[in-house]
């Protein structure tokens, strides 16, 4: 069930700039995928199906140990088997020895230590997969293993009196945000610790990639990606050779989640392919893929907050400590969000929080949806329930009387703006009906564990429980946000007018595919639309993360499209003999509607196939930037964020107190969403977040003993499937977002945000227990005095 609400006084900032006629396949309808029927019959090309006669299959030899010295590495034995094209190791790199997303910190083959399991030593390419792998275990590598570093506490408390694990040191970033009279107390006061565990994307489509050698000393490259110019920069500078000389283009990408922004596999299969001279194909399965991407940050969170005795938040004081792993990715990044959203979405008039992410030798994490917001509303929510508990207040109204409001003043001194509809999304949540409650006559399928588990109807406890949460939207921190887009006006094969769109924009299912093709139609009016390849001969559309596409690849898309449309106009101008001006806001006389040029006071209407046939194509290229904002200052202070979305979770659960097993009964989600550009895909985007927020709190967890992860399959890491996830009461909050194209917002990531610590909640609220870690374990569940006696057992 999805409703929508909008003021009715309020209109988008941002209209669309021409007269036309929406089409059916326009802005605000739900246009299928373009791709969807091949991804449903299975035929649409992922990277990991690419293939080239005579390629190369290329495989990655692994650290076993998560911290260890190397003493030799001898390839003479891989080399001499048979088929066996190349081997490569950290000698062989040719430009600089080191890439990484923010920090060039990771080497591209280890040389002289490894600082995880499944660092990369060395890279084969032979002239089929067993054969790479036979060479791989002829590879013979002598390491001398050191004891690991796991705990990033330690880090913290050691300080400089630890061995530095890097020579950039263990800790990658701190930030200390002062605001307000942080000593200022209220009369109510709860503090407590949480624990968030490891969680991995789990993509389903694992990494892959096809290098081809170029005749100019370059690559040419189709790989799954999530930035394909960030790829080439890092590519390019570790091959030794400009970046113009390496191609890339966007392959079929099977899921992405932020563990396809750093760079895995890419610079190998593009050196083997340099190497060898041969095409090489380079994909991982499901192990090296755990092995081989970075995964969510571990957090260790304390909180105190405290309350004056009418509910009113007075001060909330943080400690949130990250483990980045081996290397840098986007933790500076993630810290960041973790501490700038430590508070919640509420008005806190003083505020003290310490953050650092560090160095260990657990393996690399970095970005993943949510960016660091996740692990502390997690904590925050929590606070807030035990806040109510301790003034005997409702949740949902502690919440609602705390919101953030526009003209609010963040933890950051950044002033909220409009909107932030938070107090509407926690009382729309509250307000949506209940599921009925367990009992004899519901299906054993519907209760916690299914058939198999043999649940008892009066075994079970219900818990409901709220989360409010809210995410910045694009990058902060003043980076230069920007996306390019070409877009082109033609005539098709068979003489009717086609626009074509260029943009570097990786499609990882978040829609881009679909809504490029809508905003061509609505500016245009022209409904064919052709969507050319993401590749890097366009200027960089920037990451598809930080929920920005729709926004910043939109945005450009948008605009290119009205300045075709004004070259347009401005033709049948010239050839009308009217000035230029009329063609311009607010006043035209010259219109584009409905793939026609209207020039109502003279009379004269043509058809865009007219023009296009008489003068030729029209095309533009335009660049699209946001708002600038702030970096932090030293006291944690500045206009760090673009905008923000504000999400409402209730959950309801059932939990079997016998067997710990949870069912989760109900999902509803109260969001701001923007204006909707396509509501099929909002609902994708919103099912898909909430999904992975219900597996945080509930299941997903990489488990890492000692540096070593344990269960990099599929048989032991437990995804929640549509078996464990409730159809979603989904509410869109619909007020258009000020300065973003139609007044859009990025909708993918603020459910994750609150999903967690709403389930969360609802299974404190049915146990009667403190939870403090995420995901729960079954035997967080079980308390000793809920046990049947074993002779209650007898006969049944």
């Known amino acids: 069930m999805t409703h929508s609400r909008s003021p009715g006084d309020q209109a988008s900032s941002d209209q669309t700039s021409n007269d036309q006629t929406q089409t059916d396949q326009g802005v605000g309808r739900s246009v299928p995928r373009p791709d969807g029927a091949a991804k449903i019959d299975g035929t649409f090309p992922y990277a990991g199906d690419l293939f080239l006669p005579g390629m190369l299959h290329a495989r990655t030899l692994r650290s076993p140990h998560p911290r260890a010295r190397i003493r030799r590495i001898d390839t003479a034995a891989a080399r001499r088997i048979p088929g066996v094209a190349a081997v490569v190791t950290a000698a062989d790199v040719p430009g600089r020895a080191t890439y990484g997303l923010i920090v060039a910190d990771q080497p591209v083959f280890a040389g002289d230590v490894v600082r995880y399991q499944g660092e990369p030593v060395a890279a084969v390419a032979a002239r089929d997969a067993r054969t790479a792998a036979r060479a791989l275990a002829a590879i013979d590598v002598d390491y001398e293993p050191l004891p690991p570093v796991t705990d990033p506490e330690w880090i913290v408390d050691a300080g400089g009196d630890a061995d530095p694990l890097h020579p950039d040191g263990n800790i990658f970033r701190e930030i200390h945000l002062r605001h307000g009279e942080p000593d200022t107390r209220g009369e109510v006061e709860v503090s407590d610790s949480y624990v968030v565990g490891m969680q991995d994307q789990a993509f389903l489509g694992c990494e892959a990639a096809l290098a081809v050698p170029a005749a100019d000393g370059g690559v040419d490259m189709r790989v799954a990606t999530q930035w394909l110019h960030s790829d080439r920069e890092q590519i390019a500078a570790c091959l030794g050779i400009p970046e113009y000389r390496v191609r890339l283009t966007l392959a079929g990408v099977g899921g992405a989640f932020g563990g396809r922004e750093d760079i895995t596999l890419?610079?190998?299969?593009?050196?083997?392919?340099?190497?060898?001279?041969?095409?090489?194909?380079?994909?991982?399965?499901?192990?090296?893929?755990?092995?081989?991407?970075?995964?969510?940050?571990?957090?260790?969170?304390?909180?105190?907050?405290?309350?004056?005795?009418?509910?009113?938040?007075?001060?909330?004081?943080?400690?949130?400590?990250?483990?980045?792993?081996?290397?840098?990715?986007?933790?500076?990044?993630?810290?960041?969000?973790?501490?700038?959203?430590?508070?919640?979405?509420?008005?806190?008039?003083?505020?003290?929080?310490?953050?650092?992410?560090?160095?260990?030798?657990?393996?690399?994490?970095?970005?993943?949806?949510?960016?660091?917001?996740?692990?502390?509303?997690?904590?925050?929510?929590?606070?807030?329930?035990?806040?109510?508990?301790?003034?005997?207040?409702?949740?949902?109204?502690?919440?609602?009387?705390?919101?953030?409001?526009?003209?609010?003043?963040?933890?950051?001194?950044?002033?909220?703006?409009?909107?932030?509809?938070?107090?509407?999304?926690?009382?729309?949540?509250?307000?949506?009906?209940?599921?009925?409650?367990?009992?004899?006559?519901?299906?054993?399928?519907?209760?916690?564990?299914?058939?198999?588990?043999?649940?008892?109807?009066?075994?079970?406890?219900?818990?409901?429980?709220?989360?409010?949460?809210?995410?910045?939207?694009?990058?902060?921190?003043?980076?230069?946000?920007?996306?390019?887009?070409?877009?082109?006006?033609?005539?098709?094969?068979?003489?009717?007018?086609?626009?074509?769109?260029?943009?570097?924009?990786?499609?990882?299912?978040?829609?881009?595919?679909?809504?490029?093709?809508?905003?061509?139609?609505?500016?245009?009016?022209?409904?064919?639309?052709?969507?050319?390849?993401?590749?890097?001969?366009?200027?960089?559309?920037?990451?598809?993360?930080?929920?920005?596409?729709?926004?910043?690849?939109?945005?450009?898309?948008?605009?290119?499209?009205?300045?075709?449309?004004?070259?347009?106009?401005?033709?049948?101008?010239?050839r009308l003999g009217l000035p230029a001006v009329v063609v311009a806001q607010p006043r035209r006389v010259l219109t584009l509607v409905g793939g026609e040029i209207v020039a109502s006071e003279v009379g004269v209407r043509m058809s865009v196939a007219e023009v296009l046939a008489a003068d030729g194509p029209v095309e533009a290229v335009e660049v699209f930037r946001h708002r600038r904002t702030q970096p932090l200052g030293p006291d944690g202070q500045g206009d760090v964020h673009v905008a923000f979305a504000v999400a409402a979770h209730r959950a309801v659960v059932d939990v079997d107190v016998d067997l710990g097993l949870v069912r989760v009964v109900s999902m509803a989600l109260a969001q701001d969403v923007g204006l909707v550009l396509n509501p099929m895909a909002l609902r994708g985007q919103v099912e898909g977040g909430t999904a992975q927020g219900l597996g945080l709190a509930l299941m997903e967890e990489l488990v890492v003993e000692g540096g070593v992860v344990r269960n990099p399959t599929f048989h032991d890491y437990v995804l929640p499937t549509t078996a464990d996830i409730p159809a979603l009461d989904f509410v869109a909050l619909t007020y258009p977002q000020p300065g973003s194209p139609y007044g859009v917002k990025g909708v993918g990531e603020a459910p994750t945000c609150s999903a967690t610590p709403a389930v969360v909640a609802a299974v404190r609220a049915a146990i009667g227990r403190d939870l403090r870690r995420v995901p729960i374990r079954p035997e967080d569940l079980i308390r000793p005095e809920d046990l049947i006696p074993p002779d209650d057992l007898v006969g049944r």
């Not at 969000?337 to 979405?345: D, E, K, L, R, S």
């Open 266 to 574: 890419q610079i190998h299969g593009a050196l083997l392919a340099r190497v060898t001279g041969q095409p090489v194909r380079i994909r991982y399965d499901r192990v090296e893929s755990f092995l081989g991407h970075p995964h969510r940050h571990p957090a260790r969170l304390w909180f105190r907050h405290t309350a004056s005795g009418a509910g009113q938040l007075v001060s909330v004081h943080a400690r949130v400590i990250m483990d980045g792993g081996a290397y840098a990715s986007s933790s500076p990044a993630v810290l960041t969000n973790a501490v700038t959203h430590a508070a919640g979405p509420y008005r806190v008039p003083h505020a003290m929080v310490d953050g650092w992410v560090v160095r260990t030798n657990n393996p690399p994490c970095g970005a993943m949806r949510g960016f660091g917001v996740p692990q502390v509303a997690f904590g925050h929510e929590a606070q807030m329930d035990r806040l109510a508990d301790a003034l005997g207040m409702d949740p949902v109204e502690l919440r609602r009387r705390n919101a953030l409001e526009p003209g609010d003043v963040l933890p950051t001194g950044q002033i909220v703006a409009a909107p932030m509809p938070s107090r509407e999304a926690i009382a729309t949540v509250a307000a949506r009906p209940l599921p009925p409650p367990v009992s004899d006559r519901t299906p054993v399928t519907s209760l916690p564990g299914g058939r198999l588990a043999g649940s008892e109807p009066s075994r079970i406890r219900r818990g409901v429980g709220y989360a409010l949460a809210y995410k910045n939207l694009l990058f902060s921190e003043g980076f230069d946000d920007f996306a390019t887009a070409r877009v082109r006006l033609e005539l098709g094969p068979d003489g009717t007018p086609r626009v074509v769109v260029h943009s570097a924009c990786a499609e990882v299912g978040q829609g881009f595919v679909t809504i490029a093709g809508q905003i061509a139609r609505t500016e245009l009016g022209v409904d064919q639309v052709l969507l050319a390849p993401a590749d890097t001969a366009v200027g960089s559309a920037g990451s598809t993360s930080a929920s920005r596409q729709s926004w910043m690849s939109g945005g450009a898309v948008r605009a290119a499209a009205v300045a075709v449309a004004a070259q347009l106009l401005a033709r049948v101008a010239g």
